[in-house]
C-alpha cells in the first residue's frame, strides 16, 4: 500500500473502535486502526467484510504516516487522562490542517480545553458524541459533532455515510458550538438512565407485585414494543426476559445480582443540571438508585430489622403482593412508564435548552431530537414526535408546553399517579416514576407553596421576597 492512501484512522481498537472502523470501511473508505495490542490489529483486520481496505498497525507514526491530508483521526480510548496522552502522543505526527476527533465519553469542559490547546496549533478538533455500543458502531451509531464547523464539514461525508438512518435520514448533525458534541452525549446518557430505571421500577411492580412470571414479562414488553412505547431499551428489555442461563436452567435475569455500575455520565447529568439550575429529577434519582443499590449488605440487614419491627410494632408486614387484576396493572404500568419516560426526555431536553444559551453552546435542539431516534441506546418512536415538536417550534423551551406532548402526557398522567399509589402503599422504591409526576405536577402548577418558603427567607434571614401585585424587592420587619 503506498503512502497517505487511507482515509480515516482510528487510535484504539477496543469494542467501539474496531467496529466504527468497520463501519468506516464498509462504506469505501479505505481505514486504518492503530492499537499499541497486536491480538486487537489482527482481530481488526480478520473482522473486516470482503472488499473492504483496512489496515490494523502498532505504532501510531505508521497509522499517521499512511492517512491522506488533511487526515481524519479518531480517538477511541477511555475518557480522562488516555485521551490527553494520545493527544500528546499524536502532536508531533501530525500537520497544520489535521482532523483530532474524540468519540469518547467525554466530559464536556476537557473538550473545550483541548479544542483551545490545539486551535493555535493549526489542529482541528472536535468531540462526538457516540452512541449505539458495539451494534450500533458497527452498523450505524447516532453521533452527536458539536465545536468547529468547518472540522464538522470536512468529516460529514464519512460520519453521514456511516450512521443510523431514519427514513432516509442520517442520525448525524451538528450540536452546536464548543463542547456541544459531548454535551448532549452526556444528557442523552442522562436520559438513558433515567428510562432504564423507570423500565426497572415498573417490572418490580410487575414481578414482585403483580406475580407476572419471566414469558409473561417477557410476552407483555414485546407487546409494548410494538405500540407507542417502542424503544431500543424495552425491545432489550423484553429480550432479557427470555434470556435463559446455561449453568443453572433458570432465568438469567433471576441469577444477576441487584448492584449497579456507571461510568459517570448521569452522575455528570445531574451535577451540571445543578450548576444551570435545571431541575431533572427523574435523572438525579436514576443515579441515587444506583448508588443505593451498591449497598447490598446493609439492604439486606436493613429489610430484615426493619421487617421485623413492622412484625413487632404493626402485627403486620407489608403486602408484597398488590391485589389488583393482572390486566389492569399491565396496562397502568404500561400508561405510567410511558407518561414518565416522556417526562424523561422532556426533562433532558430543558436542560440541553438552558445550557444551549448559559453555555453558548447554540445548540440546534431539533438535531439533538432528530439524531437520537435511530442508531443511539434511547431511540424510540417517541422522539418523531419531539422532532415535530420542534419543528412546530424551534424555541420551545419546554415541551410540555408544546400541544400534542400536553396532550399525549394528559392522557397516561392518571396511570401513573395510580402507579405511584400504588408503590408508596406497598413500600416499593420507585422514585423514578414518582419524581417524573413530581415533576408534572410541579411544572404545570401554577401557584406552588414557595410563597411560604419565600417568607420564611425573608424571616430569618432578610433574603427579600417578590411580591404578585407589585413590581420590586421587599422586606418584612417580621416579628
Ligand atoms: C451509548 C451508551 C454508552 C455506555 C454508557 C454506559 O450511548 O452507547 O450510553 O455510552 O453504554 O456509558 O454508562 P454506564 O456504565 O454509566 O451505565
Partial sequence: MDNQTFDFGMVGLGVMGRNLLLNVADHGFKAIGFDKDPKKTSDFEAAASAGTT??????????????AMPRRIMILVPAGKPVDDVIESLLPLVSKGDIIIDGGNTYYTDTLRRYEYLQPKGIHFIGIGVSGGEEGARFGPSMMPGGDESAWQQLKPVLTSIAAKVNGEA????????AAGHFVKMVHNGIEYAIMQLICETY???????????????????????????????????????????????????????????????????????????????????????TISALKSDRLAAEKLHREMQIRLTNAASATSLS?????????????????????????????HTASKDLAMDIPLHNAVKVWRGGCIIRSTLLGTFYEAYQRNPAISNLLLDDAI?????????????????????????GGLMNALTYYDAFTTARLPLNLLQAQRDYFGAHTYERIDR?????????
Fill in 171 to 178: 442520525c448525524v448533525d451538528y450540536m452546536g458550538k464548543g
Fill in 324 to 352: 389488583l387484576d393482572k390486566k389492569e396493572l399491565a396496562e397502568d404500568c404500561r400508561k405510567a412508564l410511558f407518561a414518565a419516560i416522556i417526562l424523561s426526555y422532556v426533562q433532558g431536553m430543558s436542560m440541553l
Fill in 471 to 479: 413590581e420590586g424587592k421587599f422586606h418584612t420587619q417580621w416579628t
Fill in 406 to 430: 400536553a396532550e399525549l402526557v394528559t392522557q397516561q398522567i392518571g396511570s401513573l399517579r395510580k402507579a405511584v399509589s400504588l408503590a408508596a402503599l406497598n413500600g416499593f422504591a420507585a
Fill in 54 to 67: 483496512v489496515k490494523g498497525v502498532n505504532t501510531l507514526e505508521e497509522m499517521v504516516a499512511q492517512l
Fill in 204 to 290: 418490580d411492580l410487575l414481578h414482585r407485585g403483580g406475580k407476572f412470571s419471566n414469558e409473561e414479562l417477557h410476552e407483555l414488553f414485546s407487546n409494548w414494543n410494538d405500540g407507542e412505547l417502542k424503544s431500543y431499551l424495552i425491545e432489550i428489555t423484553a429480550a432479557i426476559f427470555k434470556q435463559m442461563d446455561p449453568e443453572t436452567g433458570k432465568h438469567l435475569v433471576d441469577s444477576i445480582l441487584d448492584k449497579a455500575g456507571s461510568k459517570g455520565t448521569g452522575k455528570w447529568t445531574s451535577q451540571i443540571a445543578m450548576d444551570l439550575g435545571v431541575a431533572i429529577p427523574t435523572i438525579d434519582m436514576a443515579v441515587t438508585m444506583r
